[in-house]
DNA sequence: TTGTATGCGTTATCAC
DNA sequence: GTGATAACGCATACAA
């Protein structure tokens, strides 16, 4: 079968091509008559619009690209998923860039994106601020960080968990049900969520008078997880009296719950352990493991909003958003 | 700063755009001083290409839609993640479609997908054979199917991993660990992997000498979580001698093992327990989860490779893939 | 209410 | 080697 045209259409149905894009496009003015003809004739053929044609007249895509780090990491996974739903329920498609954390990649991305003209863009988490150079096409494309700090504030929209509300409650939960010497366990990584989580647990500390000291109440670990075992090991050396851990994401509390396992250490009885993201994994441990959930259904649904509406320049830019989290308790804090 | 057009390239180099246009993409035959020239101005005025208008032109989108049932899915996740990086290798952009294992929602994604004239297609997984009508448009949109039986096989290239394999030496590892009565976990669904593991089960018992009758062997799960518990405990009532599962896929694995968790039954030692898809939360659990992991990566490599060789006409249809899976024995079959 | 004509930015065909 | 120009399919300003 051939690709009809809308100007098959029209020679069809016997009218203009300008009459059967109004009536496509339900814009204009037209007899009742000439719209049942017309869409007849659109059903009869199984005309389809070409889009390409469609956006290079209107300078318009329908299409958002979203940024991601890493696809595969079940927090990116389930935000990336619920926006794509909502985007497409509004008829929009989503184009998804796995940037595997790489700046160069990401650039390369960015080029692509521009040139195939998307409306709009989300860019979630990411080490460094989020910098995008827009000067260069006349069309400003409008963006919305999740979780990733904007260069230029003025320019967009933050929508971001409360990591601080997250940390805060988490400490205060492990310090609730009794522990002394409550210590957060982290990457030294800068990004601004594990600072706020950095922050939210020493207020806690604060609150409860307790004065936080680095070598006492940080365990950094590092990036290499071969290294794990000893960082752990020399920091309990340092630390025998440690008897809770806030671990500022699930992975490290997983491997520190590991770790606990394979030396007898018993948690929760002897050390209680908390987290943060509330993986599916965590479900599934001995103990099961408590952690902060990120709202991601929240997340998603404001970025959605929120970018469709600076496509179509009704939302208020220079804003940020602030989603409330929830304590998950389970085993390792009981 | 505007956004320059080739038109405008023309005229600030002092060619007419058909030169450009030459320049650009290498095609045809122009001086080298006017290259140089022409690559100057396009350096200095940052011009940027649009691909909206070539694709017009050229009939060709350099995109591709990934249908997937569940992108939050960790299989799912990481094959996704790997195609979409093979194919940006390529020049092409991906558009991931989340089709909630809704027949409805996938419908309206191919008809988008259509519309935006996307050059291929590849689908992950789902229930049913995927049918794809290109009847109604007369580019034939060339498709592979991964995991995913193709209603027509004629039309495309079937890529899947060898699920009877996986079945059949995971059963195997059951018994020769010392398994006398081993049993087949699964849903009551009939996806072409869920039989050919079926089968690989069978035919390992058959190997070993045990004849396979339904209500010794295979336990039954309702497709609810939570009935779980009663579907497990009614089929060990009668079946006292079971002492090993391979279960059809890590989730139910990991309902399994909390399940037994709960109920005091040792694994490995009263039990032995494993699984299929080697997710990353059996890594966590106590034991640790045997599995059976596919190779996301030949997967979404031969789906890549043979998708771009459909579209430029040069792979042949009609061809199967078969990817061979890995055990990964960890504790819960020591 | 409807039709005609133009242009979106590109590639490709032809002529020079 | 280069340039003029016709498409690609659509939306829309303007005319009728």
Redesign the pocket.
């Known amino acids: 079968m051939k690709?009809y045209?809308?100007?098959d259409i029209a020679a069809i149905a016997?009218?203009?091509?300008?009459?059967v894009?109004?009536v496509?496009?339900d814009?204009?003015?037209?007899?009742e008559?000439?719209r049942k003809k017309v869409l007849q004739v659109i059903e009869d053929t199984g005309y389809k619009?070409?889009y390409t044609?469609?956006n290079?007249?209107?300078?318009k895509s329908f299409s958002i690209g979203i940024l991601v780090p890493d696809i595969s990491n079940y927090f990116f996974a389930t935000v990336v998923q619920q926006l794509e739903e909502s985007l497409f329920d509004k008829g929009y498609s989503t184009i998804i860039c796995n940037t595997s954390r790489s700046l160069e990649k990401e650039r390369a991305y960015l080029r692509m994106l521009e040139g195939k003209g998307v409306d709009g863009l989300i860019v979630i988490s990411g080490a460094e601020a989020f910098e995008f150079d827009s000067s260069g096409s006349d069309k400003k494309i409008p963006y919305v960080c999740i979780d990733r700090e904007p260069k230029i504030k003025a320019d967009t929209i933050f929508i971001s968990s409360n990591h601080y509300q997250g940390a805060f409650e988490a400490t205060e939960e492990l310090i609730r049900s009794g522990c002394l010497h409550p210590v957060i366990a982290m990457h030294n990584q800068k990004s601004t969520s594990a600072k706020e989580r950095l922050k939210g647990f020493k207020d806690a500390l604060k609150k409860n008078n307790i004065v936080f000291v680095s070598h006492k109440h940080l365990l950094t670990l590092s990036l290499d997880e071969a290294h794990f075992p000893q960082n752990i090991a020399s920091f309990l050396a340092e630390n025998p009296t440690v008897d809770g851990i806030f671990s500022i994401n699930d992975l490290i509390a997983l491997q520190l719950l590991a770790y606990f396992q394979k030396h007898d250490v018993s948690v929760p009885s002897q050390l209680k352990l908390i987290g943060f993201d509330d993986t599916i994994s965590g479900q599934y441990t001995t103990p099961t493991l408590s952690s902060v959930r990120q709202n991601t259904t929240l997340i998603s649904e404001h970025a959605a909003e929120a970018l469709l509406g600076l496509i179509n320049k009704e939302g208020a830019l220079n804003r940020e958003i602030m989603v409330p989290v929830t304590l998950v308790l389970r085993e390792s804090t009981r």
Do not use: D, P
């Open positions: 690709n045209s809308i100007k016997g009218v203009s091509v300008a009459t894009s109004r496509i496009n814009n204009g003015r037209f007899s008559e000439t619009m070409n044609a469609k290079l007249r209107m300078n």
